[in-house]
T-cell receptor
Framework: IAGITQAPTSQILAAGRRMTLRCTQD?????MYWYRQDLGLGLRLIHY???????GKGEVPDGYSVSRANTDDFPLTLASAVPSQTSVYFC???????????FGQGTRLTVV | TQLLEQSPQFLSIQEGENLTVYCNSS?????LQWYRQEPGEGPVLLVT?????EVKKLKRLTFQFGDARKDSSLHITAAQPGDTGLYLC???????????FGPGTRLSVLP
């Protein structure tokens, strides 16, 4: 089934550890995004990529990095996790920037 | 301060009632989207509105984009328990920036 896949679905992580959240899409979408969702704050954009080989900073990029080596994959890395990064993380893709976004199932991350 | 505000934040109603939720901003958007998110799932697009004053209908859901393209509303007629979820609006600011999301309205429809 075509779509967008995130892994892991949940993770408990010790503060200071490095973690990579994986995201893969098979829809050949040009644009991909990483959001975090926190109660009362909605979805906030962390990083985005309008096309393979390019990335950009969103609203809350500090503490996170991304890469877009190919069209399908868009991993999000936390270099040294902190408790404030406890959140639900969603990866999304769209054919082009600001067209319909398709979201993954989310990764629930708890940093302790 | 959020670019998009949504109201009400929470809404609990009985099956069969009508309701309206709002998405407001002081900024102008080139387009606006509405998504619904169910627990444990990612948001799913319901509609995109592009033209000021535009009205779109999706079965019992009616979406309207304000004339000035700063606000939008979602009206649900005869709500059903299956309408329960988090309703998110997302606007594309002028100038080609990425979509920004509102905080959402959490709707609960009781049988």
């Amino acid at each position: 089934i075509a779509g967008i896949t995130q892994a892991p679905t949940s993770q408990i992580l010790a503060a200071g550890r490095r973690m990579t959240l994986r995201c893969t899409q098979d829809m050949r979408h040009n644009a991909m995004y990483w959001y975090r969702q926190d109660l009362g704050l909605g979805l906030r954009l962390i990083h985005y990529s309008n096309t393979a080989g390019t990335t950009g900073k969103g609203e809350v990029p500090d503490g996170y990095s991304v890469s877009r080596a190919n069209t399908d994959d868009f991993p999000l890395t936390l270099a040294s996790a902190v408790p404030s990064q406890t959140s639900v993380y969603f990866c999304a893709s769209s054919y082009d920037r600001n067209t319909e976004a398709f979201f993954g199932q989310g990764t629930r991350l708890t940093v302790v | 301060t959020q670019l998009l505000e949504q109201s009400p934040q929470f809404l609990s109603i009985q099956e069969g009632e009508n309701l309206t939720v709002y998405c407001n901003s002081s900024s102008v958007f080139s387009s606006l989207q509405w998504y619904r998110q169910e627990p444990g799932e990612g948001p799913v697009l319901l509609v995109t509105v592009v033209t000021g004053g535009e009205v779109k209908k999706l079965k019992r859901l009616t979406f309207q984009f304000g004339d000035a393209r700063k606000d939008s509303s979602l009206h649900i007629t005869a709500a059903q328990p299956g309408d329960t979820g988090l309703y998110l609006c997302a606007g594309a600011p002028r100038g080609g920036q990425n979509f920004v999301f509102g905080p959402g309205t959490r709707l609960s429809v009781l049988p």
